[in-house]
Structures are given as structure tokens and as C-alpha cells.
């Protein structure tokens, strides 16, 4: 079994300032890593993804995020945040070659301020 | 694109009334899920199917019941809604060709049970 742990549920920052949302997981086999985005009163849309290779991935609207298998952490980055970035952010997991669930983090609330 | 339509942006239904969630998807995705997302609890699996009028339980399945009779339609069914089923319900879909299970989401049902 995988569980997602995002350890902030709420992430208040100024405009134009850098954010990271920690994500971090607990599997015993070897994982795909998602971030998924939530806008208010919408579905969830992907942002980035990790399979496989390079650690560092990159997705839409300027975040990326870092695997980082010895301390099982996926955190979200994004250099300079804009107030369009307000929205729910779900770190989640799926298991490589069994299954097809994902499994999700809480949540994350990112609030950016002016 | 894929697209992931549900029938509702909003419902409300009353104590004891029989409630159905309807969900569409365009891609011939052999997965389908529905999830319910409260505050502080994210998204917790409700069931799904991975063939037409297959279905799994998921974490918090009671309830609830699903029918899937074509491919690209999923229905959540309430037998007799309660208070504490008031939630946002979000439907999603995945493929089998990818390994990954990234899986695409509807725009949300928020359903009201008064």
C-alpha cells in the first residue's frame, strides 16, 4: 500500500515571492509521482509529472518539482508566484506495474496575496 | 483533449431522495472513478470500473453504488441521500495504454443534501 503525506494544508505568500509545497510518500515498490491543480469550483488538472530519468521535472505555468528517492519527497516549486497561482494543489501517487489507482495527499491550499 | 463531463455543476436533493451522478468521457478510457473531496480530507475513492459492468469498491464505498453499462459512462448513485453526503463529487477517467495512471478529471458535482 502507498500513503501521501503534504505536510502544510494551508500556504499563504506574497505576489512575485517563491513557493515550494512539500509533498512526501511511503511505498514499497517503486512510484509515479503526480501534481494536480485545483482552481476554485473546478476538477482537478495535472501539472507535472514524474516516470522516470531526469529528477527534475518541469510543468505548466512555470512550477516544477523534485523527486527525490532517498528522502521519498516530490516537492512543488515555482520561483515567482503570480495571484492566478490561488488554488488547491494535491500531490498524488500511483504504483509502477500493479493497479490502476492513484492515491492522494489532503491538499494543499496556496494563497497568494498582493 | 480528453474530455470528463458530469451531468451537474450543482444539485440539491432532499433527506431520503435517491440521487444519480452521471459521467461521460470521449476518450475510450477503459477506467473510470468517482471520488468525493471534503475540506481538510481530500479526495477519497468511492469506487470504480476498469471494464463496462465491472466495479470495485474503493475506500469509503458505503452508501453509494455505480453502473456501468457502456464504456464511456459511469453513474454514482445515492440510494437514499443523507446530510453527510453533502460534497463535492468529482469523476475521473484513465487509460490502459499509459502505465502511469495519470488519470483526467470532470469539472466537479456539488451536491447539497438537505
Known amino acids: 500500500a502507498q500513503s501521501v503525506t503534504q505536510l502544510d494544508s494551508q500556504v499563504p505568500v506574497f505576489e512575485e515571492a517563491p513557493v515550494e509545497l512539500r509533498c512526501n510518500y511511503s511505498s514499497s515498490v517503486s512510484v509515479y509521482l503526480f501534481w494536480y491543480v485545483q482552481y476554485p469550483n473546478q476538477g482537478l488538472q495535472l501539472l507535472l509529472k514524474y516516470l522516470s530519468g531526469s529528477t527534475l521535472v518541469k510543468g505548466i505555468n512555470g512550477f516544477e518539482a523534485e523527486f527525490n528517492k532517498s528522502q521519498t519527497s516530490f516537492h512543488l516549486r515555482k520561483p515567482s508566484v503570480h495571484i492566478s497561482d490561488t488554488a488547491e494543489y494535491f500531490c498524488?501517487?500511483?504504483?509502477?506495474?500493479?493497479?490502476?489507482?492513484?492515491?492522494f495527499g489532503t491538499g494543499t491550499q496556496l494563497k497568494v496575496e498582493l | 483533449d480528453v474530455k470528463v463531463t458530469q451531468s451537474s455543476r450543482y444539485l440539491v436533493k432532499r433527506t431520503g431522495e435517491k440521487v444519480f451522478l452521471e459521467c461521460v468521457q470521449d476518450m475510450d478510457h477503459e477506467n473510470m472513478f468517482w471520488y468525493r473531496q471534503d475540506p481538510g480530507l481530500g479526495l477519497r475513492l468511492i469506487y470504480f470500473?476498469?471494464?463496462?459492468?465491472?466495479?470495485e469498491k474503493g475506500d469509503i464505498p458505503e452508501g453509494y453504488s455505480v453502473s456501468r453499462e457502456k464504456k464511456e459512462r459511469f453513474s454514482l448513485i445515492l440510494e437514499s441521500a443523507s446530510t453527510n453526503q453533502t460534497s463535492m463529487y468529482l469523476c475521473?477517467?484513465?487509460?490502459?495504454?499509459?502505465?502511469?495512471?495519470?488519470?483526467?478529471f470532470g469539472p466537479g458535482t456539488r451536491l447539497t443534501v438537505l
Open positions: 470500473s476498469y471494464d463496462v459492468k465491472m466495479k
Open positions: 475521473a477517467s484513465s487509460t490502459d495504454s499509459l502505465s502511469y495512471n495519470e488519470q483526467f
Open positions: 498524488a501517487v500511483s504504483q509502477r506495474g500493479g493497479g490502476n489507482k492513484l492515491t
